[in-house]
């Protein structure tokens, strides 16, 4: 059954990065979510198109409920990656220039998919780097003083994959290429104390 929620959008081929799906995360010791960020390519006008459209759409939502106290163009939680991060004012990461760049998050966990839309088995088929379809809502928050536009992770859709950012993990294959692995290792034989090195006190093995 279709969504016809204006403020709910298909985003495809775009890239995730910092994901939190396994499990929720806690950024900076608020409520734990789970949360990517989302790169969207600026080369895709369709798809900056839709995120107007629906940031639109949650906007009259907004205010609708709030009335006037919510600003007709609130702040947004989409961002220039070519530009600077609203939290520090320093640059975005090197994925993110070329992109629009927004971070997408719940409470309950997103449904996730493989690429022939199975659910999702194996949690490390996500990661920072692979490339997705997403299903993101956007939603008016009003805390004080505080208003403005955030955005809903609902649906995640694994594309193809991606070179991992942020470096991955090691690889154990690479690791240990140039050990020979024919015979078991054995502990050096070191024999008995015969003495102590008169400058370190280092013991000398006989």
């Excluded at 403005?148 to 942020?166: N, P, Q």
């Amino acid at each position: 059954m279709a969504n016809n929620n204006p403020a709910h959008i298909v985003l495809t081929n775009v890239r995730l990065s910092y994901v939190h799906l396994d499990k929720p995360y806690s950024n900076n010791g608020g409520e734990p979510k789970y949360s990517a960020t989302i790169l969207v390519p600026k080369s895709d006008v369709a798809a900056k198109q839709k995120m107007d459209a629906a940031i639109a759409a949650a906007t009259q939502r907004a205010r609708e409920k709030k009335g006037n106290t919510f600003p007709l163009q609130p702040k947004t939680s989409v961002h220039d990656g070519d530009g600077l991060r609203p939290s520090d004012n320093m640059p975005f990461g090197d994925e993110c220039h070329g992109h629009w760049v927004f971070t997408a998050s719940s409470k309950q966990q997103p449904d996730c998919r493989d690429q022939y839309k199975q659910p999702l088995l194996d949690g490390s088929e996500l990661y920072s780097g692979v490339y997705a379809h997403v299903g993101v809502t956007f939603f008016g928050y009003d805390s004080g003083s505080n208003k403005g536009i955030g955005v809903g992770l609902e649906t995640v859709m694994k594309a193809r994959d991606g070179e991992s950012l942020g470096g991955g993990r090691a690889n154990a294959d690479d690791d240990f290429a140039d050990i020979d692995a024919s015979a078991p290792a054995t502990a050096p034989q070191q024999g008995r104390i015969i003495g102590y090195d008169s400058n370190t006190f280092a013991p000398i093995y006989g």
